[in-house]
Every structure is written in structure tokens, then in C-alpha cells.
């Protein structure tokens, strides 16, 4: 048996044992959560290691981001099984800009402006719009 093949079925197994959070894919929305924080380290963790070779936060970041690729597109799989595709963009951008906020805050320490929180706001309108019929 192969390493695909035992991804696969430990995918499903906790794709029939988490069930749905409002219509939605709890195992996908766990995957996209651990997804985004790999994601946010990847983009913007070098930003605190200034001290380090470009070249050595290349790579850095690109087996960072090899990590949020193995999460985010199980999660992707999961999630079009029962959203569309506008949904599921919707759901992941959503989780990404929470992490992003958190990033930011937290691991970066600045402050949010204004501007971005009404920005950020909007970004979140657009997900709950996606999900309503008109």
C-alpha cells in the first residue's frame, strides 16, 4: 500500500468521523485552519528573521509552504464534495484572513488599522453572502 493510499484512507476516516459544522466539512475547515497558519508562516515568517540569508528564507518557506500544500488541498477535495467552488473559496479566504489577523497581531505585533478591519469586514459580508440565495 502506498503513501497515497494510507493519506487517503486517514482522510476519510476523519471525514466520516467529524461530520459537518453548518453545511460545512469540519475535517475540511480543521485542514484549511492548520492550512493557513503553515501558510502564514511561509509568506511572512521571514519578515521576523532579518538576520537570515534571502536565500536560506527561500527555503525556508518553501518547505513551509510544501506542509501547507499536503493540508490545504485534502481540505480542497473534501470541501468540493459538498460546496461549490465559490463556497469553498470563500470559506478558505475567510479562514486565511483570520490567521492573517492572528498572524499579524500576535507573531508580527502590529496593530490593525481601521481602514483594514472595514476591508477585512467586507471580505466576510462577501462569505455570508455566497451562502444566502437572493
Do not use: C
Not at 459544522?21 to 532579518?50: C, D, E, I, N, Q
Request: zero cysteines; aromatic letters at 18%.
Amino acid at each position: 500500500m502506498g503513501w497515497s493510499n494510507i493519506y487517503d484512507q486517514i482522510l476519510g476516516v476523519m471525514y466520516q468521523s467529524f461530520g459537518f459544522v453548518m453545511g460545512v466539512p469540519t475535517v475540511m475547515l480543521v485542514l484549511f485552519v492548520l492550512s493557513s497558519a503553515f501558510m502564514m508562516m511561509a509568506w511572512y515568517g521571514h519578515l521576523r528573521l532579518k538576520h537570515i540569508p534571502l536565500w536560506q528564507a527561500i527555503g525556508l518557506s518553501w518547505f513551509i509552504a510544501f506542509l501547507q500544500f499536503a493540508l490545504h488541498i485534502p481540505a480542497n477535495r473534501i470541501g468540493y464534495s459538498s460546496l461549490s467552488l465559490a463556497e469553498l473559496k470563500l470559506i478558505q479566504e475567510a479562514v486565511a484572513l483570520i490567521a492573517f489577523i492572528g498572524f499579524t497581531v500576535f507573531y508580527l505585533k502590529e496593530k490593525i488599522k481601521p481602514r483594514e478591519w472595514l476591508g477585512f469586514v467586507f471580505v466576510f459580508i462577501a462569505v455570508i453572502l455566497i451562502f444566502y440565495e437572493i
